[in-house]
């Protein structure tokens, strides 16, 4: 643990990172205003307990944080307890502040890597290596979130997910390794019940966070039907116990807009189905398409993996 939070170092180049990674990823499924306030948090918390000792563009000088790896460790051990009252900000503040967990280091250090491996103007040689450990850190973080953590937490899940595309951008497809990750943010999602749609009711979770899981099921649900196809091995969530409604084409200011009145007039716009009516793409708009196709696929999927039987005159009769 101390290692992951050491890491904390370039949070320079982790800030930067971010910010570039949500100016080339259109159909990011992380909500930026939730990462954007946990990243302002964490540097805020730094500042107020004098640990930036100095500061360059590409990292700062930590001091003495010898009692953040316990804290991180104690906090990632508990559980999260979402109350459906709650809004975005105190969604934010169960996983940073007093109540920083690994997953949340986890996923900067992912997006880090990715948004990394993507810049056109990145230095190979000074890069690499930072890349490296960006992805070391990624897979740890991912590992040590699940084994602590007494249920599976929306970070975790945004983290995993981070997790699939990053490995699949670096092994490819058609690696085992990305498999193996796609069964277990599969394991998450049906965790938490993603899978049905009374889990997302308002009388059990925030709007925002019901949206945000939505729109992460339904991303997973595409993912699965997609790597099935290249490994050629039937699927692990089945429409069969799904009944999920898609999630609503609302961008992520939209959705995280300042006040209820702001929020009904952004999905007033809406059409009955859900579907913006500005013709602009969003991140939730590329969701809605994927679970669309996907579920054709799953019928081809099925179809190839049906058991071809004799036919039974006493079953016919």
């Not at 000792?53 to 790896?69: A, C, H, K, N």
Request: proline letters at 4%; a negative charge.
């Amino acid at each position: 643990m101390k290692e992951i939070v050491a890491q904390l170092k370039y949070l320079p180049v982790i800030e930067k990172s971010i910010h570039q990674y949500y100016c080339f990823k259109q159909n990011a499924l992380v909500p930026k205003p939730v990462v954007l306030r946990l990243l302002e948090t964490v540097r805020a918390d730094l500042v107020s307990s004098g640990n930036i000792l100095g500061e360059t563009e590409e990292r700062i000088e930590l001091g003495d944080v010898s009692e953040v790896p316990e804290a991180v460790l104690r906090s990632s051990s508990t559980e999260v307890v979402i109350p459906p009252s709650l809004d975005s900000h105190g969604f934010c503040s169960l996983f940073c502040g007093t109540n920083l967990r690994v997953e949340t280091l986890g996923l900067f250090y992912t997006m880090t890597a990715r948004a990394s491996l993507f810049f056109v103007d990145r230095e190979e040689d000074k890069d690499d290596s930072f890349v490296q450990d960006m992805v070391w850190y990624s897979k740890l973080s991912l590992q040590l979130a699940r084994d602590l953590a007494p249920q599976s937490t929306d970070l975790m899940i945004w983290l995993a997910n981070e997790n699939v595309q990053l490995l699949s951008f670096l092994e490819g497809d058609a690696s085992l390794g990305v498999w193996r990750l796609v069964g277990d943010l599969a394991t998450d999602l049906l965790a938490l019940g993603l899978n049905r749609e009374e889990t997302y009711s308002p009388k059990k979770t925030p709007f925002f966070l019901a949206e945000c899981r939505r729109r992460c099921f339904v991303t997973e649900y595409y993912l699965e039907k997609m790597f099935g196809l290249v490994f050629h091995l039937p699927p692990r969530i089945t429409a069969q116990y799904v009944d999920v409604n898609l999630p609503l084409d609302l961008s992520d200011d939209e959705l995280f807009a300042e006040s209820p009145e702001e929020l009904e007039a952004f999905k007033s716009r809406l059409t009955e189905d859900g579907w913006n009516t500005d013709g602009k793409y969003r991140a939730a708009t590329y969701a809605r398409l994927r679970y669309i196709l996907s579920q054709f696929r799953e019928e081809i999927i099925e179809y190839q993996f049906q058991a071809s039987e004799a036919a039974d005159s006493s079953k016919l009769r």
